[in-house]
Structures are given as C-alpha cells and as structure tokens.
C-alpha cells in the first residue's frame, strides 16, 4: 500500500498560491471603523465568556439518547439569542430518528435565521452546531466539562470549541455591530443544528426543501467548526474528508454465557470480532480492504510541493496529540495522511464488558465500531461494498456459525473547493488584519458533513474560517478555546464583514460597468 506515488494527475484543487499572494493586496492596519470595533469586542470580554458559560452548561449531547432533551433545550437557547440579536428565527421541526435498537427519538428543530435584507449587501451564511460529544468528569477532565473554567488563559468545557465558542463568536461580532449603531455590512442568514456530531441527520433533506427560497439569495457560506493546523498561526481550509461509519455485528444466541460453564466449546463472538476488526488495517496504518485506494484521486507534483510550504510543526502536534510517535516521520507524509488520504479507526466494540473489575462472562452478541474518512474521488456506495465483501470473506474463512452483519448506519462525503473567490480573499485579509499576518491555507481531516451537502446543493461557495487552535482538543478530554482565539476570532469575524462587503460591492461595480461599457 504505497499510497505516496500515485502516478500523475489532478485533484480538482484549484489552488494557486503564486496567484493569490499576487491578488491579494493585504491590508495588515486596521481603519478607525475596525479599531471602534475591536475596542468595543475588548471592552466586552466578560459579557461573552459569560454567554459561553450558560451555552457550555447545557448538555446538549447528541450521541447519547437519554441526553436528547438537553439538545433540545440548546436548540431554543440558540433559538432566543438569535431573536434577541434581531434576527427573524425559524425552528424546522425534522420529526423524529430509529435508533439501531428500535427506539425512536425526536431530532431537533434546525433554527434557519435571517437578519438584514439589503439588496446593496452581500449575503453571508453561517453554519454552525450547538450539539456535542459526550464528556464526563471521570473520563480524565480535570474540571466539570459542563462548567467552563478558565486556566491560565484558556476556557474549558465540552463545546468551547466544538462549536459553541465560534458561534457565539459569530453572533458576538454582529452583536458589536448592533451595540454601536453601525449599519450592518452584510446580510447575514443562519443555519444552526443539534445534530452533527451524530451525522447530521435530517439536514440534506432540508437544504434540498430550502434551496429555492431560504438559500436562493445567499452569496458566501461560512463554516466556522474545525482547528488552525498550529497552535498559534491562523489558517482558513478549503477541504474537509467526509466519512463512512460501520456496524459489524457477531451474535451467537440469545444470552450471554458463564465462561467456565462454556468457554472452550463454542464460537465466541467477541473472537470472530477481534478477528474481524484485525483485519481492516495492518501496523503501518494501511487498509488492508482490497480496492480500497482505488477511488483516491492520484496526487501531482504540484500537490506535493503545495505541501512542502505550508508551515507544520511536527513536535508541536505531537506534543497535541500525546503521544510518542507518529506512523510517518516526515510533514509532507503526516499532512496527505490527514487530508488525502483515507484513514481507518476502530471507535469501540458495544456488548463486551468493559467496566473495571472481571466479569467472566462470554457475550452473546457484540458491534464492533468503525469508520474510514473519505477523500476525493472515493465513492461510498462502493466503499461500502468493498466493506461488507471483504468482512464477509475473512469470517467465512473461520467457520464459525454465528451471524454476522454488517451495516452504514452514517457516510458523509468530502469535500473540497477552489480557494480563488472573493470569499477567500475578503477572508486572509481580515487574517492579515486581525492577527498580523497571513494565513496557512489547509484542508481538514475531521468531517463536517453540512460541507459537500452546501455546496453540492447550493452551489454557492463555501469557506471554513477556523478560529480554533490546534490544541484545542475538540472531542477529548480537558476540551478548550483560549480566551484570546475566542475575542480575537471574534474581531475576525467582525472585519472579514467588513471585507466581504467591500469586496462584493467593489465586484459588483465593475461587473456593472463592464455591462454597460
Ligand atoms: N468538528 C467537526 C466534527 O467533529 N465532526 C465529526 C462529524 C462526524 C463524522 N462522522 C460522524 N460524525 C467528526 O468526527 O469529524
Ligand atoms: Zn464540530
Ligand atoms: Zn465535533
């Protein structure tokens, strides 16, 4: 599996680095307007780590049924802080979801919001989610993931970053426009969910029902939901993988069994599983599924080199990380492996027993837990088929008699755009602005399904704006935003509005002159 020397050709990345730093005039000082504004922001500091702390209080898991209800309550916080930003709020009630075990729940509403309707304006979309992953104290945080505490400069709790600091940092930077009486220099419309972190369910469908009318005047989208590649240096990312998530399931009966009663004569399920899960990849990282990398686009030179100057600091990110070693030594490597190449975890095995202590009890039926994240040009019909073939051939092979099933209960494509818009533009500006320099332009490994569905359907483009840092440590233990990526994200936004608009003003106009000439 030498997925490094693809022959030739082409990603559809149309990326330019050579081009944009010649197009993109940077304005590093700030005008009177951004320094009221970021006086303002400062000035307010308090205010908006407060509203972090009652949105980090709520725990709006979305992966743990019992929890439902507390998504639900976030749904309607968001909902309120929406309308009391003088946003027009509509909650879209999704009906409900089966869960694998038959139960069925309600989804949350996804709140569509509107402010401002200036024809004269372009119009922004925001993404984001207001859902969680699951924390709990005794899984190794050091403070109560649902109260956010503030430590030598940073804020932590569960959502600080993922994602409930960046949208309020959003709705913070709107707030200072409306706080100070400034005419607002976008429209802004919002799409906030409760369901991401469980795969967004429902959303397609909704974008679909809505792209005639609630997106048909929207210019740019604007996802702010994944981290800067370093710790300190800003980035802006053009591509995110997607991910196919699967079920493989081994029962022997229906009842688990007394080890010594009958271990040893029979097949136990949670052997075929390990076996099975054994399988999927070997110790160099590589996915033993046949055909797997087939579906990969092939990496070019160009590509390669792109790599080479994006800057990486590889002991930083393992000291992230926490850990002693990398599967590659090199940045080139370490960045196609979590960007372009596809990469497969095993999450968890439901049914064994995994409390301290010994059980010694033979489980009768056991789900193995796995996903494999998506890149260009992957295709997750045929990822899924090469899955269950592959699954279904190793278990035959052992001749055990118990059932097995294999199913995708989530896939999620990738994606990936052109970075040469006015979207993108307006964005490193407001980098430069703000933090003083310019900022890496990377891709992402982790999903955001809403991504490829947005521009898929919409097809307008789209943009993350990261704010957080590569420490953060989204989904993990001891999860944070710092004080200052929260404030300071917060001035981004605020001048990338600014930016956007002269921009689209400034494209209007002359495409307006050159009709007329
Ligand atoms: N911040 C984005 C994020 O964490 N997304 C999740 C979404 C997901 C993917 N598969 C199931 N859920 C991620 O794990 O990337
Ligand atoms: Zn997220
Ligand atoms: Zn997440």
């Not at 693809?6 to 005008?31: E, G, N, Q």
């Not at 898991?61 to 309607?76: A, F, G, N, Y």
């Not at 968001?78 to 989804?107: E, F, K, M």
């Not at 359907?457 to 590569?470: D, E, F, H, N, R």
């Amino acid at each position: 599996c030498n997925v490094e020397f693809y022959p030739s050709f082409l990603d559809s990345i149309h990326f330019s680095p050579v081009l944009l730093s010649k197009a993109v005039m940077s304005s590093s000082s700030s005008s009177a307007l951004e320094m009221e504004i970021f006086q303002y922001i400062d000035d307010h500091q308090s205010d908006f780590i407060k509203d972090l702390k009652e949105w980090v209080a709520v725990e709006s898991d979305s992966v743990q049924p019992h929890l439902r209800k507390e998504v639900m309550r976030m749904m309607v916080l968001a909902a309120d802080r929406l309308a009391a930003l003088g946003a027009t709020v509509n909650s879209v009630n999704l009906g409900s979801h089966q869960l694998p075990d038959g139960r069925v729940l309600p989804l949350p509403s996804v709140i569509l919001g509107e402010l401002g309707k200036d024809p004269q304006n372009p119009t922004v979309c925001f993404y984001g989610h207001v859902d969680v992953q699951p924390a709990k104290k005794e899984d190794g945080w050091n403070t109560d993931p649902y109260t956010l505490t503030e430590i030598d400069g940073n804020l932590y709790g569960r959502g600080a970053t993922d994602n409930k600091g960046p949208v309020l940092a959003w709705i913070n930077a709107v707030e200072t426009f409306r706080a100070l009486k400034l005419a607002m220099p976008v429209n802004f419309k919002f799409v906030i969910e409760g369901m991401e972190e469980a795969g967004s369910l429902g959303l397609e469908k909704l974008l679909e029902e809505e792209n005639q009318s609630f997106f048909s005047d929207v210019d740019y989208i604007v996802i702010s939901d994944n981290l800067w590649l370093s710790n300190k240096k800003p980035a802006l990312t053009y591509g995110s993988r997607g991910n196919a998530c699967f079920f493989v399931e081994v029962e022997c009966g229906s009842k688990d069994l007394h080890s010594g009663t009958f271990g040893g004569i029979i097949h136990e399920p949670l052997l075929d599983l390990i076996a099975l899960l054994d399988s999927l990849v070997d110790s160099t990282g590589c996915i033993q599924i046949p055909g797997i990398y087939d579906g990969v686009a092939a990496l070019t030179e160009e590509e390669r080199k792109l790599y080479g100057s994006i800057e990486f600091d590889l002991e930083e990110h393992r000291n992230n990380c926490g850990v002693k070693k990398f599967l590659y030594g090199t940045k080139e490597e370490i960045l196609l492996h979590l960007w372009r190449y596809p990469s497969l975890s095993i999450h968890g095995i439901e049914g064994a027993f995994h409390e301290p202590g010994i059980k010694t009890v033979i489980p009768a039926k056991v789900i193995g837990k796995f996903s494999i994240r998506q890149v260009p040009h992957m295709d997750l019909s045929v990822v899924k088929q090469q899955v269950a073939e592959h699954l279904e051939g190793v278990f035959s092979k052992r001749k055990s008699p118990n059932t097995l099933k294999v199913s995708m209960p989530l896939g999620a494509k990738p994606w990936l755009a052109g970075v040469n818009d006015l979207l993108y533009k307006a964005a490193r500006r407001a980098i430069k602005t703000v933090f003083g320099e310019d900022p890496d332009f990377i891709r992402d490994g982790s999903t955001i399904p809403v991504a490829r569905m947005f521009q898929t359907i919409t097809q307008k483009s789209v943009m993350m704006l990261p704010i957080g840092a590569a420490d953060d440590g989204e989904h993990s233990q001891n999860e944070k935003i710092s004080r200052y990526n929260y404030i300071e994200g917060t001035k981004l936004f605020a001048a990338f509005f600014l930016e956007i608009s002269k921009l689209h003003r400034n494209s209007h106009e002359t495409s307006h002159t050159e009709t007329i000439n």
